[in-house]
Each structure stands twice: as structure tokens, then as C-alpha cells.
């Protein structure tokens, strides 16, 4: 039988207002090493160029994470009559747990240099010398670890679990919609969240919302659409991030010329090792050392990758211009014969639509008043007329005004692909 702090711990949250924490294991969790690196690790990359509030932390989302699981098993009695109370502790570790294999400025230097954190987060909660795997197998047993790391992968055999962190409508969304839009000082990503609770059910083994709630999810999902809009495509955010990846770039072809007077060890080692870096040293690699990399780069003899990191601290941003696709397509041919120095000035982004499809793992299922299962999409007008819209791709090139044009005063796309040619 689960045993309960005799006082529980209280986090307090500006979107929650108290997490609350009652079970010793979750608590212990918390405490650990590895989840405590999450308070160096930004949510939201680089968008606090652009909104200067998101400096929220994966700590603070995974803890947001944890409270609304915790908020739907106590409030929701068709899922919680069905989880035994191994399978809620369960869930609330992997809802706890979902990210603790972020790297630093999370999602951008995972695409820079391609790997996963899902299966970064995977690897710490398996390695057998994490203090996380240690606390799952010692509080519980052996299995436990492996259940935890089965519903992060989405491979666990009741879907109640891995639904309730990984659809979509889970924690980990409805927690970062409300929280990245807090941070941000935006209205968009506010919704409903009690309501959707409310219509929360469960049919043929799978999380369901009755046919009530259906402006509830428009609502969230709406609400999703404007924040990929305004807030995680901004182009300051995006700029910011394309030049932590030209250092990137610039470090590794230095490297390979041997003509680096630092080691820059960690950020080699996972570029060289990726998921396969050891848990010890990965978890050792957080946004704190990557800013000590990039003033390292100031002391190097490149004078390219001394600009670079000038740059990055100074906040000295590309520009950017909306593109049409054959000029985005005239860029990469030209883009791929540049020179390397030429390449560090100038980026591409292709921009689509990743709030809703409304198919495949996207389907949001309705019971509706009758008891049938139908997708969102046939019961409502406005998810309807979402997924049948279609987003053409948006291109963006990313370049530096004082290189290509000393007036600034780049419109078009025009003056950049000459200057690339």
C-alpha cells in the first residue's frame, strides 16, 4: 500500500498555484540530482530573446506536469476508478520525469546536433548509477524503472498511462500551453483547463472527452495553433537559435582542422556520442557550461567564430525576410556551394502548420451524446475546418544585415542570394 508523507510538500506555482507533492518517492525524485539540473535548462530555447519573461525552466513545466496528473486522479473519477495505486505512482513519476533528459536550451541544440531527449530521459531513468533509477528500483522494485521508462516510450500496455503523458490532450501540453503563455506575457495559450477535466472519460482502453466538451478542446487547440504562431516560430527566438547552431558548426569544422586552443569536452562528446553518451557526463551539460563554451570561443584565434559568440552574447541577432518557395529552393542550391564562412551568415526555415491534423496520432476522440466514438474533426465545425485548410509552407531566410547590406534595408531575397552566388 503506498505510504504518504506526514507532511506534504508544497511548491508554490504561478500557474497551479500549489503543487503539491504527498507521496515520499515523488518527493525523493525531486531531489534528486538529475531532476534538479533541470533548473539550468530553459523551457523555451531561445524565445526569451523575444519575450524576456520565458526564462521559465524544464524543473518548474515538469513539476506543472506532475500537479495536473495529480489534479485528474483526484478529480476525475472514470480514470482514477481504473488505476490502481501502483499504476498512479507510476504515472506520476513518468509525469515527473517526461523531460529530465533535456539538454540545454532543450529543443534547439537537440535538432543542431541530433539527438533525443526522450531518449536522454529514457537512459537516465534505466542507468543502473542514476540516483533516479536507484530511487525507482529501492522505494519500489525492479520492475518499477522499467514501467516508468515504458510509458515515456509509449510502448506500456495500459494506454491510460502513456495518454495521460504523451496525446493530445496530456499534462505535459496542457501544462507548457498555460505556462510557456504565462511566461511569455501572452494571452493565446490560456484555456479551459478544469473544463477538460470535467469531459475527461475512458472507452476501449483509451482516454476519451465527451461530446460537452467539444468547445473546451477547440479552445485548447486554437489556443495551441497561436502559440506555434506567435510565440515558438517568433523570429527572434528562431534567430537566436540558428546562431547557437553556426558555433556549433564552426567549433566542429575547427576541430577538425585542429585549430582549437580549448577541448570544449561535454558539447563534443555529445555531438560525437549523442544518445549513446554516458548518463554520468551528460547530465554534467547544462545551459550554465554551454554559456561558458561560447566565452570560450572568444579566446580563439578564428576570427569567424570569435564574431559568432561576440554575437550570441551581445545579442546581436540575424535578420530575416518571408521567402516564396522557389526562392527558398534558389537559396539551398546556392546555400550548399557557398563558402563555409558565407554559410555561418545566412540560415533557412521551412515553416508549417504543428498545432492539429486531426489524424493518426493527432485524432482527438468524442463520445458523443449517444455513446458512439467519433473523431473531433466530424463533430466539430471548427476542427473540421482546420485539418481540411491547407498551410502551405511559410519559407524564412535568416542573414546579417551588416554583411549582405549596409543600409539593413533587406525586403526581398533578392540581395541575399546574390551574395551568396
Request: hydrophobic letters at 40%; aromatic letters at 12%.
Amino acid at each position: 500500500m503506498t505510504t504518504y508523507l506526514t507532511d506534504a510538500k508544497v511548491f508554490r506555482d504561478p500557474i497551479h498555484n500549489y503543487i503539491l507533492v504527498n507521496e515520499p518517492l515523488i518527493w525523493k525524485l525531486i531531489n534528486t540530482y538529475e531532476f534538479q539540473r533541470l533548473h539550468h535548462i530553459h523551457q523555451l530555447g531561445g524565445t526569451f530573446q523575444a519575450f524576456h519573461g520565458a526564462e521559465h525552466t524544464r524543473f518548474g513545466h515538469s513539476l506543472g506536469v506532475y500537479e495536473i496528473v495529480r489534479q485528474i486522479l483526484e478529480k476525475v473519477e472514470p480514470i482514477a476508478e481504473l488505476l490502481d495505486e501502483r499504476e498512479q505512482l507510476l504515472v506520476f513519476s513518468a509525469a515527473l520525469l517526461h523531460d529530465v533528459g533535456h539538454g540545454p536550451f532543450s529543443h534547439a541544440l537537440e535538432s543542431i546536433i541530433g539527438f533525443s531527449h526522450e531518449d536522454m530521459s529514457k537512459k537516465v531513468i534505466m542507468d543502473p548509477d542514476s540516483e533516479v533509477h536507484q530511487l525507482l528500483t529501492s522505494e519500489m522494485d525492479e520492475a518499477f524503472a522499467d514501467e516508468v521508462e515504458a510509458i515515456i516510450a509509449k510502448r506500456h500496455p495500459n494506454q491510460i498511462l502513456v495518454e495521460l503523458i504523451s496525446g493530445q490532450v496530456d499534462a505535459d501540453r496542457m501544462d507548457y500551453l498555460a505556462r510557456d503563455a504565462y511566461f511569455a506575457g501572452v494571452p493565446y495559450g490560456n484555456y479551459d483547463m478544469t473544463r477538460i477535466m470535467r469531459v475527461m472519460r475512458v472507452a476501449n482502453g483509451h482516454i476519451v472527452f465527451k461530446e460537452s466538451g467539444i468547445h473546451a478542446l477547440e479552445n485548447y487547440i486554437m489556443s495551441r495553433y497561436h502559440m506555434y504562431v506567435q510565440v515558438y516560430n517568433h523570429p527572434a527566438g528562431r534567430a537566436y537559435e540558428f546562431l547557437l547552431e553556426k558555433i556549433v558548426q564552426r567549433l566542429v569544422l575547427l576541430r577538425e582542422q585542429d585549430e582549437l586552443s580549448f577541448d570544449y569536452p561535454l558539447l563534443f562528446e555529445l555531438y560525437d556520442q549523442k544518445a549513446s553518451m554516458p548518463v554520468s557526463r551528460y547530465i554534467q551539460f547544462d545551459e550554465h557550461v554551454m554559456f561558458y563554451y561560447i566565452r570560450m570561443c572568444l579566446n580563439e584565434t578564428d576570427i569567424l567564430l570569435q564574431d559568432l559568440a561576440n554575437r550570441f552574447l551581445r545579442r546581436q541577432l540575424l535578420k530575416y525576410v518571408d521567402v516564396s518557395k522557389e526562392e527558398a529552393e534558389q537559396f539551398e542550391m546556392l546555400f550548399a556551394k557557398a563558402s563555409a564562412d558565407k554559410q555561418m551568415y545566412a540560415a533557412i526555415e521551412k515553416l508549417e502548420n504543428q498545432a492539429f491534423s486531426g489524424t493518426g496520432d493527432e485524432t482527438i476522440t468524442i463520445e458523443t451524446r449517444n455513446g458512439e466514438l467519433v473523431p473531433l474533426t466530424e463533430v466539430s465545425l471548427v476542427m473540421g475546418a482546420l485539418q481540411e485548410q491547407t498551410y502551405a509552407a511559410e519559407y524564412r531566410i535568416f542573414y546579417y544585415p551588416e554583411i549582405i547590406d549596409a543600409t539593413k534595408k533587406v525586403t526581398s531575397a533578392d540581395k541575399i542570394l546574390a551574395w551568396l552566388g
